[in-house]
């Protein structure tokens, strides 16, 4: 059984920045696709970033340039370094792992495992 586990959210003002962490455990191949969403209260879950088996990156147009995920394979972790933080950019985030070689659109239907979930709030 995989468990995904998030770290590193928190408070901070508008123009900081954080580093999530996403360890994943009970692993035995790679977990192919993994991406990173939010969800601010009442609004649905978005996407925010993805990374393929190749290390190919996607991102949501309103993180572009200041958002950037990262992994490493030896550790089973996903990173995602978060620079120049909005307010709009408050919300819980989650990790997910997808389960396939590609992303393929990244859609949150598509993704298998997922973490608890971590809080970034950002105020102005």
């Known amino acids: 059984q995989v468990q995904l586990v998030e770290s590193g959210g928190g408070s901070v003002q508008a123009g900081g920045s954080l580093r999530l962490s996403c360890a994943a455990f009970?692993?035995?191949?790679?977990?192919?696709?993994m991406g990173w969403f939010r969800q601010a209260p009442g609004k649905e879950r978005e996407g925010v970033a993805t990374?393929?088996?190749?290390?190919?990156?996607t991102y949501a147009d309103s993180v572009k340039g200041r958002l950037a995920i990262s992994q490493d394979n030896a550790k089973n972790t996903l990173y995602l370094q978060m620079n120049s933080l909005k307010p709009e950019d408050s919300a819980m985030y989650y990790c997910?792992?997808?389960?396939?070689?590609?992303?393929?659109?990244?859609?949150?239907?598509?993704?298998?495992?997922w973490g608890q979930g971590t809080q970034v709030t950002v105020s102005s």
């Open positions: 990374i393929d088996s190749d290390g190919r990156t």
């Open positions: 997910a792992a997808r389960m396939t070689y590609y992303c393929s659109g990244g859609q949150v239907s598509t993704f298998k495992y």
């Open positions: 009970g692993v035995i191949y790679s977990l192919g696709c």
